[in-house]
Each structure stands twice: as C-alpha cells, then as structure tokens.
C-alpha cells in the first residue's frame, strides 16, 4: 500500500503565493500520476491540477496560468506552486497519488491528509 503525507498550506494575503508538497511511501510501487484536488465549504471537491509519469501537466481554468505542479519521481514527491492567490482559491487542498504496483496487478489512488488554505487580508 501507499501513503502520502501532505504539507504546506496556510494563511497569505491576496496576491502572495504559497507551496504545497506531497511524499508518497510504501514499497514496491510506481506513481502514473499526481493529482491536486480542492474543497471549499459547501462545494464539492474539484480538481485543480494533474501530471502524470511523462510530465503531462493540466489545469482547471480556475487556476491556469497561476498554479504550476511538479513532480519529483526519484523521491516520489510532489509540489503545488500557487501564485497570485485569490481569496476564491480559499479551501482545503488534498494531494492524490495514482500508483499501481510493480506487477499491475494493485492500483489504487492514495489521498494526502488536506491542508488549508487561507487566502485573505
């Protein structure tokens, strides 16, 4: 099995920026992709931003052009740069691993515990 560890979030100003990151752990698994989802109060859970094993990145409209994701493979990290945050991107953000194992034989898609994110003045 996998877990992933979230961290990162916080309060900032409208217009600041602030970083989340992800580390999955477990044994003998490969992560296809990273995914960066959000829940504000009283709205589902929607997803912001993806990237897979080759580096193909997408984006909501939402936050194009401010957010960028990362990964690390050797480290099976992930990074969320959020840029000129707004007080609308206010919600709770959860990291999410697709892995599968090495036989393919397991998949499952691992969830980051949230983190808050505040954006106001």
């Known amino acids: 099995q996998v877990q992933v560890v979230e961290s990162g979030g916080g309060l900032v100003q409208p217009g600041g920026s602030l970083r989340l990151s992800c580390a999955a752990s477990?044994?003998?698994?490969?992560?296809?992709?990273w995914e960066w989802y959000r829940q504000a109060p009283g709205k589902e859970r929607e997803l912001v931003a993806d990237?897979?094993?080759?580096?193909?990145?997408k984006y909501a409209d939402s936050v194009k052009g401010r957010f960028t994701n990362s990964r690390d493979g050797a480290k099976n990290m992930a990074y969320l740069q959020m840029n000129s945050l707004k007080p609308e991107d206010t919600a709770v953000y959860f990291c999410?691993?697709?892995?599968?194992?090495?036989?393919?034989?397991?998949?499952?898609?691992?969830w980051g515990q949230g983190t808050q994110v505040t954006v106001s003045s």
């Open positions: 990237i897979t094993s080759g580096g193909t990145m």
């Open positions: 477990g044994s003998s698994f490969r992560i296809g992709a």
């Open positions: 999410a691993a697709v892995w599968s194992s090495y036989s393919g034989d397991v998949q499952g898609r691992a």
